[in-house]
Structures are given as C-alpha cells and as structure tokens.
C-alpha cells in the first residue's frame, strides 16, 4: 500500500497533476491523500457573518471541503480503480509545515504536484511553492510539467554534474523507483570543465551490473547537455539528485552546471540525500 500526498489549489494545473498520478500508480494499491493548504487571510469578517451558527472552523473550511469532496467523486468515477483510496486534509499551517506534518502522520511515499499554482505568478523555472518543496521536503517527489499529458513511462534520464555519485540513499531509491516501474536508465554525466576525469571510471565500476545507457559530455553546459539528450533521445521522465544546501547554485546561477527546468516538458522525479 503507498500513500501518496496530492497537493491541490483547485487549479488547472494541480488537477492536471492529480490526474497524472491516477494513471501512474494505476496498478498498484494506494491511499491518496489530497490536501488542501488554506491561507486565513483570504477570509473576510462578511464571511464569518453569513454562517453566525457555524463554528469558526466550519464556516472556514466549507468551501475547501465541498470542493476537495467534489473532487474525490469526479476521481471516483473517471478512473474507477478499486486499488484506490481517497482521503482529504484541509490546513491552515504554513505551506511546507502543512506538507511535512503530513508526510508524517500519513507515512508518505509520494508527493506528487504540479509545477505552477492558481495564481498564475511564475517563478522563473518552477513556482514558488514547488521549489520551496523541493528545497525543504525530504520526501521522493513527482513535478508534473504544466498541461503534461500522461504517457507510458519507459526510460529514464538521471544528469549527474561533476558533484554528484552513483551511490547513497539517493541513487538506492532510483534504483528502486526503476525497478518498481520497469524503466530502463540512461545515465548522463556531464562535465562542463573537466572537472574530475576520474568520474567516468567510478560510474562505470557503480554501474557494472545494472542494465542502463551511459554517456559522457565533456566542455557544455549542464543545460545545453541536458536539452541536447533529450531532443535525440526518447525520454519519459527526468530523475534529479537535490543536495539542499547547492539548490540555489544548481538551478539558478549562471553556471555551467546549472539546470533550467523550465525547458524541460518531462516529468521529474526528485529525490534528497
């Protein structure tokens, strides 16, 4: 049984995202937890006024709930999977404590969301909310691409930079992940400058016995290496190894080793050391 967390704000997107995740764990047992995050600020006295016999809570919750129970049903009878299950969380908390309080009172596996949120305010690659999930939720997490349309899922890129591994926690739950699904794994190592020639020796002694695609790109840019492979190859999902304390550097800076995911249409599967 998994518990997978879907993060909801009524949005196109977010619900573009929950289905996604509908086919993906399609043949297996799963409780879905569908949380939505709500900011108190957006509640007026008027509306406290319109239900004087309701308790504070009731009369604030109303709207969020009807919506996540009308979701549930539209769920219910689109997919019909008997596998599934169905729960909704309502929170007031701040937006990560909410997730991470989640994560563990419900044992999650999963958080799968969408890359942009109802308000339409784009940070430059993702989203607020979903980079400040990636930054601080320790928990394997599936970012849906804005109007992705899901598709089987067959092969697998990890891009590693020059300060990546192959081993660890990180690449042990790929592994898993991979199995699970039966994905085959193409392995990118990039080297913008030629920073560690030793890298490729060590990849091919970790890799050894895994049946995967392996390839090396010296002199280009993290990005350039990335879009370039994905462009001549068939790839359904992109894998990335998150270290907290480089996120900002990785995906931001003018770096060689940065990764604009912004060009990237695939989903992508996030996992922490």
């Known amino acids: 049984m998994k518990n997978i967390l879907l993060l909801s704000d009524f949005s196109t997107n977010s619900e573009n995202a929950i289905h996604y995740a509908m086919h993906f764990f399609k043949n297996e047992k799963c409780t879905f937890h569908i949380m939505h995050i709500h900011k108190i600020g957006s509640f007026t006295s008027d509306d406290l006024m319109n ?3 309701e308790s504070i809570y009731e009369s604030i919750t109303k709207e969020p709930k009807e919506k996540l129970e009308a979701l549930v049903e539209n769920l219910k009878s689109t997919f019909r999977n008997a596998n599934y299950s169905f729960e909704t969380i309502i929170d007031f908390d701040v937006f990560i404590d909410a997730i991470n309080q989640a994560i563990t009172n419900h044992k999650i596996d999963f958080i799968v969301m969408g890359t942009n949120g109802a308000s339409g305010v784009k940070e430059v690659f993702l989203g607020s909310n979903t980079i400040n ?42 592994l898993g992940f991979i199995e699970t699904y039966k994905l085959h794994l193409d392995v990118l190592r990039v080297n913008p400058n030629k920073e560690n020639p030793k890298l490729e020796q060590e990849d091919l002694s970790n890799l050894a016995l895994f049946d995967c695609s392996y390839h090396v790109v010296n002199d280009v840019p993290m990005d350039f290496a990335i879009s370039s492979y994905m462009q001549t190859n068939t790839i359904d999902f992109l894998a990335l190894f998150v270290k907290n304390e480089r996120f900002l550097e990785h995906f931001f800076s003018k770096a060689n080793t940065k990764i604009n995911l912004s060009k990237i249409s695939k989903p992508i599967l996030v996992l922490h050391p």
């Open 51 to 53: 239900s004087p016999k």
């Open 133 to 174: 999930v990636v930054r601080k939720v320790h928990c394997k997490t599936l970012i849906i691409p804005e109007g992705y349309t899901f598709t089987p899922v067959k092969k697998l890129l990890l891009p590693l930079d020059p300060h990546d591994a192959i081993g660890g926690k990180q690449f042990i739950e790929l």
